[in-house]
């Protein structure tokens, strides 16, 4: 059974810096394409930033600049750092990863149905 292991997040001022990983435990193949997705309050699930197998990535354009992913293929652990950050960002933050080059055939993809495996969710609180 494949699951994404979330750690990171937290809490900061406005300006600050977090940074979260993502573990992908119990499938030794690197996922084909894996993202960052965010969901605050009253609000809808939006795409952060993907990457796919080739290392090519895509961020919203809310974060461009700000936000950077990295992957480290031997632990099969995605990470993203989060700098100059803003109340904004504040949301419930997840992981996702999907194998199937069919399925993932768009990746690098902010949209949620590219991705059928998720994490658990961490919260990122920013604080003006």
């Known amino acids: 059974q494949v699951n994404l292991v979330q750690s990171g997040g937290g809490s900061v001022q406005a300006g600050g810096s977090l940074g979260l990983s993502c573990a992908v435990l119990g499938y030794p193949d690197s996922p084909y394409c894996m993202g960052w997705f965010r969901q605050a309050p009253g609000k809808e699930r939006e795409g952060v930033a993907a990457?796919?197998?080739?290392?090519?990535?895509k961020y919203a354009d809310s974060v461009k600049g700000r936000f950077t992913l990295s992957k480290d293929n031997a632990k099969n652990t995605l990470y993203l750092r989060m700098n100059s950050l803003k109340p904004d960002d504040t949301a419930m933050y997840y992981c996702?990863?999907?194998?199937?080059?069919?399925?993932?055939?768009?990746?690098?993809?902010?949209?949620?149905?590219?991705?059928?495996?998720w994490g658990q969710g961490t919260q990122v609180t920013v604080s003006s």
């Open positions: 996702a990863a999907e194998w199937s080059a069919y399925r993932a055939h768009d990746c690098p993809s902010l949209l949620d149905t590219t991705f059928g495996h």
């Open positions: 990457i796919a197998k080739d290392g090519s990535t």
